[in-house]
């Protein structure tokens, strides 16, 4: 009961701050800056937290499928929404383009993407991962969280999963990585990669694989600087 007591007493010293509809910069600058007891909060984890609806449940949703997992070797894991926040920014280069990269800041143009996939109608169903999923070893495959909600959607993970096996036809084992057999998936590459050969036409997706050998010893000498 002292304990209760205490709890009861304890004064909270509370600043009231006016922010706009349109200061988002503000809140989260002004989370990262609070963030800094104990363990400290991701970047997605803070984005999760102040833009919640359709864009978390739809990240979460492709993260958790048979598609990314397997394009990522089951690298990439899912503590402190790393896995989300990868592939979020291949969403947000498809479904934003990169030549309207006008943000400030990287993390400005995830949460556009975000507050772009927030406001389509009608809205995702709503989904999580319950411990009891987790224990029948639910496949999210076969929940199709889409149906009824905006079509933008469908396209777009259709989009993803595409180019996911188009990365996996042409470079093979060394998709996403800076260097021929290396062993780290590289963020940006992977953005790059997905998100183009998700804005790829269909019809030239054959033409691709049949170049892939061409692509691939171009890409790696691109980015040895030949």
Same mark, same amino acid.
């Given at each position: 009961r002292p304990l209760q007591r205490k709890i009861r007493e304890y004064e909270l010293h509370c600043h009231l701050i006016s922010i706009q509809k349109d200061s988002d910069l503000l809140v989260r600058e002004l989370f990262q800056r609070i963030n800094t007891y104990g363990v400290k909060m991701s970047y997605q984890e803070i984005r999760c937290a102040l833009y919640p609806g359709n864009s978390v449940t739809f990240i979460r949703y492709v993260a958790e499928r048979h +598609? /990314? *997992? @397997?394009?990522? /070797? #089951? &690298?990439? &894991? =899912? %503590?402190? $929404?790393?896995? $989300? %926040?990868? *592939?979020? #920014? +291949? *969403? +947000? /280069?498809?479904?934003?383009g990169y030549e309207n990269f006008k943000a400030k800041t990287f993390d400005t143009f995830l949460t556009n993407a975000m507050q772009k996939m927030n406001k389509l109608e009608p809205k995702i169903s709503s989904y999580s991962r319950t411990e009891s999923d987790k224990a029948q070893e639910l496949d999210v495959n076969t929940v199709d969280i889409l @149906? #009824?909600? +905006? =079509? /933008?959607f469908a396209d777009l993970l259709a989009r993803i999963e595409t180019a996911f096996e188009l990365a996996s036809e042409v470079f093979g084992a060394d998709r996403y990585k800076k260097e021929l057999s290396g062993r780290v998936i590289n963020k940006s590459i992977f953005e790059l990669v997905v998100s183009t050969f998700a804005l790829l036409p269909s019809e030239h997706h054959g033409l691709l694989i049949e170049k892939s050998e061409a692509v691939k010893d171009r890409f790696y000498g691109l980015l040895a600087g030949n």
């Amino acid at each position: 009961r002292p304990l209760q007591r205490k709890i009861r007493e304890y004064e909270l010293h509370c600043h009231l701050i006016s922010i706009q509809k349109d200061s988002d910069l503000l809140v989260r600058e002004l989370f990262q800056r609070i963030n800094t007891y104990g363990v400290k909060m991701s970047y997605q984890e803070i984005r999760c937290a102040l833009y919640p609806g359709n864009s978390v449940t739809f990240i979460r949703y492709v993260a958790e499928r048979h +598609a /990314f *997992i @397997e394009t990522t /070797f #089951g &690298k990439v &894991k =899912p %503590e402190r $929404m790393r896995d $989300m %926040e990868l *592939i979020l #920014g +291949a *969403i +947000a /280069f498809t479904c934003l383009g990169y030549e309207n990269f006008k943000a400030k800041t990287f993390d400005t143009f995830l949460t556009n993407a975000m507050q772009k996939m927030n406001k389509l109608e009608p809205k995702i169903s709503s989904y999580s991962r319950t411990e009891s999923d987790k224990a029948q070893e639910l496949d999210v495959n076969t929940v199709d969280i889409l @149906e #009824g909600s +905006a =079509p /933008f959607f469908a396209d777009l993970l259709a989009r993803i999963e595409t180019a996911f096996e188009l990365a996996s036809e042409v470079f093979g084992a060394d998709r996403y990585k800076k260097e021929l057999s290396g062993r780290v998936i590289n963020k940006s590459i992977f953005e790059l990669v997905v998100s183009t050969f998700a804005l790829l036409p269909s019809e030239h997706h054959g033409l691709l694989i049949e170049k892939s050998e061409a692509v691939k010893d171009r890409f790696y000498g691109l980015l040895a600087g030949n």
